[in-house]
């Protein structure tokens, strides 16, 4: 994504998670909200220099319940989510094979078996997630690699991108031979993302893929935050009630959804029509709706505009 610096500045401001519903009115704040990002346009994900690197394995297992490392794995938890795009981030791409692998958190990889290692699908929204633990770093040569995770990005019937993605903030980026780049074909820039913490300890990372494929227009990215955009959704993680805020920033009729990880609406917020303000809704979720991760989706004028992940935990 171009307007790097922007793009940054707001995913650092915005909490990540899962959640669940139910709908009490919006109450309209007296201040108007004013637009704090400019319009995003569009950059392709791009190559990692290192390609695959020497620690890929095959055929690895499909993600089970979006946990990539189970409960027990030694090292700080980290939930990764994203949408996949096209490339000019008019639609999203479903159905997109995401295989994953990365160290353990004494920077070792699994080469005779699966453990931090699988492989997640985007859901009819392009949404992807997965709950694992931060990556060990591990000497190559005379440095230390930073921290990163591997992937291996397929959407049908398209050509497949590997890459890596890397961590603000890591010491070991500026004398990498990969994640130091920032032109051209291997440009890591757009690979290097912000990690926040939630009320569990844990962290939490955004990273949107734009890879070359056929989608489907839900309108569904953060271009169109000139239009509106969610702020918060807490508590998060949360259990039988989450207040969530949001802006306005043109009248428009605006609805706020919210879809599991297959992609299903579990609740809706009806539509209205509203004026540019700061608003807040609360929902208090069905006692059946299960745990995990959820994506609350503000809608303007039927165009997704902006979402957040909160997860819900009984």
């Known amino acids: 994504m171009k307007n790097k610096d922007s793009r940054r500045q707001f995913l650092r401001n915005t909490s990540l998670a899962a959640l669940s519903f139910g709908i009490l009115p919006a109450v309209a704040k007296t201040t108007t ?3 704090p990002n400019s319009p995003i346009l569009c950059d392709e994900s791009t ?7 020497p620690f890929y394995t095959a055929n690895a297992p499909t993600i089970q319940n979006d946990m990539l490392a189970d409960s027990n794995e030694l090292g700080t938890r980290l939930i990764l989510s994203g949408q996949v795009y ?3 981030c008019s639609e999203v791409i479903p159905n997109t ?3 994953i692998w990365h160290a353990n958190d004494s920077g070792a990889y699994d080469n005779t078996g699966y453990n931090l290692r699988g492989k997640a699908t985007s859901n009819p929204q392009g949404f992807y997630v997965f709950e694992t633990i931060k990556p060990g770093l591990y000497l190559n040569g005379a440095t230390y690699r930073p921290s990163h995770f591997h992937f291996k990005i397929t959407p049908p019937n398209f050509p497949t991108l590997i890459t890596q993605l890397y961590f603000d903030g890591d010491p070991y980026i500026p004398t990498d ?3 130091s780049i920032t032109s051209g074909t291997f440009d890591a820039t757009n690979r290097i993302i912000p990690l926040t913490t939630n009320a569990n300890g844990d962290l939490e ?3 949107d893929i734009v890879i070359n494929g056929d989608g489907i227009p839900l309108g569904a990215n953060n271009i169109h935050l000139d239009k509106g955009m969610l702020y918060s959704a807490s508590p ?3 259990n039988d009630r989450v207040e969530i805020k949001y802006g306005v920033f043109q009248e428009a009729k605006v609805s706020v959804f919210v879809y599991n990880i297959e992609g299903k609406v579990v609740a809706q917020l009806g539509k209205k029509l509203l004026s540019p303000q700061k608003y807040e809704v609360v929902w208090e979720p069905d006692n059946n709706l299960p745990n995990g991760h ?3 989706a503000l809608k303007i004028n039927d165009l997704q505009v902006h979402y957040l992940k909160v997860i819900r935990q009984q």
Do not use: K, R
């Not at 190559?47 to 690197?53: K, N």
């Open 177 to 179: 031979a990969s994640a």
């Open 97 to 99: 094979e995401i295989d």
């Open 294 to 296: 959820y994506f609350i």
């Open 205 to 207: 990372g955004t990273w």
């Open 47 to 53: 190559e990692d220099a290192y390609g695959q690197g």
């Open 236 to 238: 998060n993680p949360f």
């Open 86 to 88: 096209n490339l000019a």
């Open 33 to 35: 909200e004013p637009n």
